[in-house]
């Protein structure tokens, strides 16, 4: 199976290349990266540069808790593995990975897309700005592990056979980072409202510390909001790309408040 790479420079590619080999060699299940006959991991032809992998039988996910817990199990010894690379991570700068697009629009900015968007979706997200920036100040994200993280993992970029994870896929979006945010991305596109189960499944193969539970449902609202801002970003652009993701990541938010609010009321329960 050829895939041609498009985001990724012919460098990065080579760089995520030599990671999911290394994962491969630690029993994770990744797909097989198969070198040419020049022993090179990206072939180039003209303008373009492609890797051919082993085919992988499986299908996508079926919704079942079987799988849910299938994912927490792999991811968490995905980061097991990753923890131990020391290899070179992607230089993303002027890429679709660049995170520098990211950041909180300003007010004007704010001003200037509410033209498109009803008055309503614009008040939400100036609320979750405020509030995460607010809770920015009190919560310890500097304790988090920080190791290689996947920073995609999604239902798409999985493969089962039957309730089993046959393989994660996608490694292009690869970086440094908070490994929370990948537990708790991957666990809510996953399993939704019970994210907290799928957390539970993950520690019990890599276990968080209290720091990280307690600042986890804060990163992935906030990765919802950073993904929310590259959108608002691109239709300052006049651009469009991303805009049908924009109402899922909204709903999302909401789902993780109610997550969030749950979690709050079971710590402290009423008298």
Partial sequence: MARRHLALTKENAEIVLQLISFCSRQGIKVPVVIENCRKELVTQKNDEHFTVFEFIEGNEFNGSQQQIMAVAREVARLHQVLKKYTGKLPNYRNSVYDESGYANLTEKEMGQVSKELPAEEILFIKTEMEDLNKRRKTIKTD????????????????????????????????????????????????????????????????????????????????????????????????????????????????????????????AHPQD
């Fill in 143 to 266: 304790l988090s592990v920080m190791q290689p993280i996947h920073r995609d993992l999604h239902p798409k970029n999985i493969l089962f056979q039957s309730d089993e994870v046959a393989a994660i896929l996608d490694f292009d979006a690869i970086k440094m980072g908070a490994r929370i945010l990948d537990v708790g991305f991957c666990g809510f596109r996953f399993a939704g409202k019970d994210l907290p189960q799928f957390i539970e499944e993950y520690e019990r193969f890599n276990p968080l510390t209290t720091e990280e539970k307690a600042t986890i449902l804060f990163a992935v609202r906030e990765e919802f909001l950073r993904r929310i801002n590259y959108i608002l970003h691109d239709l300052l652009r006049g651009e469009k790309t991303w805009f049908s993701s924009f109402d899922s990541h909204l709903e999302s938010i909401r789902v993780l408040r109610g997550i969030e609010s749950r979690s709050c009321q079971n």
